[in-house]
T-cell receptor, first 111, second 115 residues
Framework: EAGVTQSPTHLIKTRGQQATLRCSPI?????VYWYQQALGLGLQFLLW???????NRGNFPPRFSGRQFPNYSSELNVNALELEDSALYLC??????????FGSGTRLTVV | AQTVTQSQPEMSVQEAETVTLSCTYD???????LFWYKQPPSRQMILVIR??????QNATENRFSVNFQKAAKSFSLKISDSQLGDTAMYFC????????????FGTGTSLTVIP
């Protein structure tokens, strides 16, 4: 069974640009979660999508947004990039409310 | 608000020895779950063990066990017979039941197993 896949593995952007990160959940998992892991910090909850709808949102500005497609894959968009957006972005999927499986993340570097 | 505190940024242990990682949390909730996740250099978060708050019995998974003290809001992880493959960042996490499905993570403990 394929795990949660994220692309790209690494992404380098210039301040002010937009970044798009992608996540494919495990087959059969309808929920997708996005977390930000900044250096020296634990994971911070960003977004939860289920059945195509945004179900919950963490304490992040509106320039962090996303969507979930009919096949349950998801995109995370970060607009107007700032240097402090540099972090590892982890996606997870689950078939229920605590059976998370994480991907290996996208390392976003803003220069 | 929920907070999770891991007070040991770094720890080391000799191979085959036992090590305990500490975690405390703060919540007013009564129904919740606690987790330990491992993050090796591959970056993928791997579930080590989880505990339902309503269960008094401490969870165990092979060489991994927890000491769950609900009144003290403490949730430590014990790794027995440490192996080189246990070298990783370990994160303690808390999840409320039925509200948003989000984890609250601690800042992690970097564990190094020394051969």
């Amino acid at each position: 069974e394929a795990g949660v896949t994220q692309s790209p593995t690494h992404l380098i952007k210039t301040r002010g640009q937009q970044a798009t990160l992608r996540c494919s959940p495990i087959s059969g998992h309808t929920s997708v979660y996005w977390y930000q892991q900044a250096l020296g910090l634990g994971l911070q909850f960003l977004l939860w999508y289920d059945e195509g709808e945004e179900r919950n949102r963490g304490n992040f500005p509106p320039r962090f947004s996303g969507r979930q497609f009919p096949n349950y894959s998801s995109e995370l968009n970060v607009n107007a990039l700032e240097l402090e957006d540099s972090a590892l972005y982890l996606c997870a999927s689950s078939p229920d409310f605590y059976g998370y499986t994480f991907g290996s993340g996208t390392r976003l570097t803003v220069v | 608000a929920q907070t999770v505190t891991q007070s040991q940024p770094e720890m080391s242990v000799q191979e085959a020895e036992t090590v305990t990682l500490s975690c405390t949390y703060d919540t007013s909730e009564n129904n919740y779950y606690l987790f330990w996740y491992k993050q090796p250099p591959s970056r993928q978060m791997i579930l080590v063990i989880r505990q339902e708050a309503y269960k008094q019995q401490n969870a165990t998974e092979n060489r991994f066990s927890v000491n769950f003290q609900k009144a003290a809001k403490s949730f430590s992880l014990k790794i027995s017979d440490s192996q080189l493959g246990d070298t990783a960042m370990y994160f303690c996490a808390f999840m409320k039941v039925l509200t948003g499905n989000q984890f609250y993570f601690g800042t992690g403990t970097s564990l190094t197993v020394i051969p």
